[in-house]
């Protein structure tokens, strides 16, 4: 639904000369300007939040391999302003309608000799934060080996920053370090961090195509720099001299939440390239997958083979009978007997093992109303996965499959890919090679009319906007670390991820585990760290549109009041609404549900969750809808619930409320509670 098309404004409704070197431009509602001046040897710019300084003067420019620098001897040459407001509605997310409301400045740099345009700023501000992004139109070939964009946060010694390590094996699967600001080295984005006026901020960014994965690399105290994620020879981004960065963010709030209930990533990204996408379908599924994490099953073949015929069907007929839309399966193409880590080069996509019978299982599908799930694992192999890619995603499309989880297991720089003299290659998941093949993937994916679920991804950066059948990806610790990680998650890993990872889009973290004794309770062994309850609160918390059941069939029936939540939450929604939280220690969301098939879009659902630390957090009600009235339908913490020994004490209640009431939320240490509010 469009509001309002770009308009043209006088530059003096929020565009002022500071004097002719320098231009500023300020969000709709006036509290974050963005200031930009060629007055220094190199173009530098600034941010305000509340007229205090965010960020101090930061430069910009880049380096190339066999061509100047566009860095030195620059000046501004001219300048247009304009101002856009739009909403704009998904097909399917966390909000059906989104708001772009931004105002922008578009300055162009030259060298002061010659007169020949280097590049040009773009910056949008929007009340949520802001976004730039350079434009390049040169004749020659660049091959970039520095961007040179800082970010000199403003009072660095009194700042907080949680992250994550960059460039690292493990590629995003890391815990959340909480440190001083200046103690964070070499990170990956979103990085977000609180000044001493309780400031937040998360650097990211949008758009990121056809160019390297930025990380941010602390040089000066405060001053972090643009660390582009090189190729294996060393370059960091291969162009033809014509090129656009993706978008540099800024989220930025007064508190916590407001980066929770921010658009601005998908605002930054263009609008669905795809056409009709009817086709793409949210929903919950199960999966073959949580056996094999906890040794009950292998992936391989032999007599604890996880993907058969018999078992497969098995699960098709709980999911359908649950009301689930498909069962995810893993381990039943050929490649899988041995390490198959290191499997890359032998996988077949095409080549079932002899007990996977998958005519008669998609047979099997339709008759129980539940779909086949695919599944690629490349082991990081993708030269060996791009010469199958179209027969598999062909072979899906017969077996009637919508969905397929693609996976990347490899060391962090170590892609396997065959160059044109068929040479191996070794490159990293967020250089810009992989930053292409990921996205190539979705797009002939889309062909087949098949939604992909990425795992060992590409950070997410709000593709999922212009290509909407990216529905998912991992690129964080999931729930299987819980099964065999040494240390599993920790109590707060979860409302941590809600303020970093969570910022950059869907994450596929698979929850709903019921069993959490599998290995034995107690603090020290390999088991999700939570309660029952925040098992279930995560269905709320941590946005995805496709959400797992992840643990055994089993388990489920023999708790089936609980197993009731997971099987009426929604996993596409009308609106969502960030209520409470603070970084690491605690979140609560609520979301309306999105009117489609069986959900009405009357009913709300809430998810609160804690770290190791029980709370009590009173919710005022006012987000429900005030002519209705609702059955809180409650799953909480027990009174003795605890998750170290106790996490299965599972209180169920429900009760008549209003927008008018006031709910509180009682959390054991790293609980949860879950509600749907069911209008009556």
Not at 352 to 359: I, Q, R, S, T, V
Not at 376 to 388: A, D, F, I, L, M
Not at 626 to 647: C, L, R, V
Not at 651 to 678: C, P, Y
């Amino acid at each position: 639904m469009r509001l309002l098309s770009y308009l043209t404004l006088s530059s003096a409704l929020f565009c002022s000369v500071i004097h002719a070197a320098s231009y500023s431009v300020d969000s709709p509602d006036g509290a974050i300007k963005f200031t930009i001046a060629d007055s220094q040897s190199q173009p530098q710019y600034q941010v305000t939040f509340n007229d205090k300084p965010l960020l101090n003067a930061s430069k910009l420019g880049f380096e190339f391999k066999h061509a100047a620098a566009m860095k030195e001897n620059l000046e501004i040459s001219s300048s247009t302003t304009s101002a856009y407001q739009q909403t704009w509605q998904q097909p399917w997310g966390e909000a059906r309608l989104v708001t772009d409301h931004h105002n922008e400045l578009a300055v162009k740099f030259r060298d002061k000799d010659t007169k020949q345009t280097a590049f040009t700023l773009r910056v949008r501000v929007f009340n949520d934060g802001l976004g730039f992004r350079y434009e390049v139109n040169q004749s020659n070939t660049l091959y970039i080996t520095k961007e040179l964009t800082e970010f000199n946060f403003a009072d660095s010694q009194n700042s907080t920053a949680w992250w994550i390590p960059a460039r690292g094996w493990n590629r995003y699967e890391y815990t959340y370090n909480t440190t001083p600001l200046q103690q964070a080295a070499h990170v990956h984005t979103p990085f977000t961090l609180k000044n001493a006026d309780g400031v937040h901020v998360s650097v990211h960014e949008a758009a990121l195509l056809d160019y390297a994965a930025m990380t941010l690399n602390q040089r000066r105290p405060g001053t972090f720099v643009a660390d582009l994620t090189p190729w294996s020879d060393g370059i960091r981004v291969k162009t033809n001299g014509q090129f656009k960065t993706p978008w540099r963010t800024l989220q930025i709030g007064d508190e916590a939440i407001d980066l929770l209930n921010s658009h601005l990533i998908l605002n930054l990204n263009e609008p669905n390239k795809l056409g009709d996408v009817s086709w793409v379908e949210p929903g919950k599924y199960l999966g073959i997958w949580w056996g094999m994490h906890i040794g009950k099953n292998t992936w391989g073949s032999g007599e604890k083979h996880g993907a058969t015929t018999e078992q497969t069907k098995a699960y098709l007929s709980f999911a359908g009978e649950h009301g689930f839309d498909g069962v995810l399966v893993e381990g039943w193409n050929t490649g899988w007997d041995g390490d198959w880590f290191f499997n890359g080069d032998v996988f077949s996509f095409t080549e079932a093992y002899p007990d996977f019978d998958m005519k008669a299982i998609s047979e099997h599908g339709k008759q129980v109303g539940a779909r086949l799930i695919g599944h690629h694992e490349t082991s990081g192999n993708v030269s060996n996965y791009r010469k199958q890619m179209q027969d598999a995603f062909a072979l899906y499309q017969t077996a009637g499959v919508r969905q397929v989880k693609t996976g990347y297991v490899a060391d962090g720089g170590n892609i396997k890919r065959i160059d044109e003299r068929g040479l191996a290659r070794y490159e990293w998941h967020d250089g810009q090679f992989m930053v292409n093949e990921y996205l190539d993937n979705v797009k002939l994916a889309a062909q087949y009319q098949i939604s992909i679920n990425t795992h060992e991804p590409i950070k997410d950066t709000g593709l999922r906007r212009t290509y909407p059948n990216w529905l998912s990806r991992e690129g964080a610790r999931g729930q299987e670390f819980n099964a065999w990680g040494t240390p599993p998650n920790p109590p707060e890993h979860t409302p941590m991820l809600a303020f970093t990872r969570m910022l950059a889009g869907p994450m596929d973290f698979t929850p709903g585990i019921f069993d959490m004794s599998f290995n034995g309770l107690g603090e020290k062994t390999n088991r999700p760290q939570t309660t029952l309850a925040k098992q279930l609160a995560l269905y709320v918390v941590l946005y995805s549109p496709i959400q797992m059941a992840a643990d055994l069939p089993e388990n489920y029936l023999a708790r089936p009041d609980a197993f009731q939540f997971i099987k009426d939450v929604p996993t596409d929604w009308e609106t969502s609404i960030a209520l409470a939280g603070e970084v690491g220690d605690y979140v609560v969301f609520a979301r309306k549900e999105r009117k489609r098939g069986q959900y009405t879009g009357n009913d709300w659902y809430l998810g609160a969750i804690t770290d190791e630390q029980a709370r009590s957090i009173d919710i005022k009600l006012d987000f429900l809808d005030t002519k209705q009235k609702f059955e809180a339908q409650i799953y909480q913490d027990g009174e003795k619930a605890e998750w170290q020994h106790n996490p299965y004490d599972l209180s169920i209640s429900k009760h008549i409320v209003t927008a008018k009431d006031t709910l509180t939320l009682k959390l054991a240490t790293s609980g949860g509670t879950a509600i749907r509010f069911k209008a009556i």
